[in-house]
């Protein structure tokens, strides 16, 4: 989504308005501009699906802010939409801007800018739920990948009680098998093979399943116990998943008592 505002005519440049000193000379801001002309702050037709325009200026939908949504919409090829707005447009004015899709009022001030009459219009000459065409679903190439975390959900304890650790993706991920890498760090009273035996540094999702959890076999010391052993893995990069924070977990290991 790309919002812009309907900003009054005369609200000001960068360059010698107080109103946009603060911004001058930031890293990728833009030297100077026009509030008014909103292809200065275009992302770009690959950065986003949908154009929408809040509507707080009295003077209500100005025909110029449509025309210039129309032109810049129909130049990239999105539909567009009417964003935060305490006012629902008139059939008048959906007459007379017919390329607005949707509008969007802003929580109880709907109920404070409007009659009862206007909003029993605006919503008897629109699509319901029961109209509104199934859209499909996409993965956005940024987030293509699973991004998969860690989290300790038990300690252990001598001389039988062991640890679990449990990894989490998300649902859209889970229909097919996927296994992550984790690195394993002891601190310096714990050691694999004596407090716990070796784990192997990776665990597998399921297909269906969105957790996975790897067992900290906790092993009885010989001798005296210190209380404040841990074990901590770290989820390392890997193909076809994301670590995502918390991408690091700690369990304990409890003595005896």
Known sequence: MWNVQDLPDNYGWADGDPKFDRYEGLEGGLAEYDAGDWSSFS???????????????PEGYAARHYEQARSIARRDGKPMIIGETFVFPSRAEQAAQPDWTLAMPWGVRTWNHNTPEAMAEFYHHSIGA????????????????????????????????D????????????????????AVRDDRDTRAGRDYAPLDGRVTF????????????????????????TVT?????????????????????????
């Open 130 to 161: 029961a109209g509104v065409p199934r859209l499909a679903a996409r993965r956005n190439a940024i987030d293509a990948l699973p991004r998969v975390s860690a989290e300790a959900t038990s300690d252990a304890r001598e001389p039988a009680t």
């Open 206 to 229: 399921q297909a269906g399943r969105t957790t996975a959890t790897e067992t900290v076999r906790v092993l009885d010391r010989r001798g005296h116990s210190p209380a404040g052993r």
């Open 43 to 57: 992302p770009g037709k690959d950065y986003y699906d949908v154009l929408s325009v809040d509507f707080y200026d």
């Open 163 to 182: 640890a679990v650790l449990t990894f989490v993706r998300p649902a859209h991920s889970a229909g097919e098998e996927l296994t992550v890498r984790y």
């Open 233 to 257: 893995v770290t989820l390392l990069p890997g193909r076809g998943y994301r670590a995502s924070a918390p991408a690091t977990a700690t369990v304990r290991i409890l003595p005896e008592g």
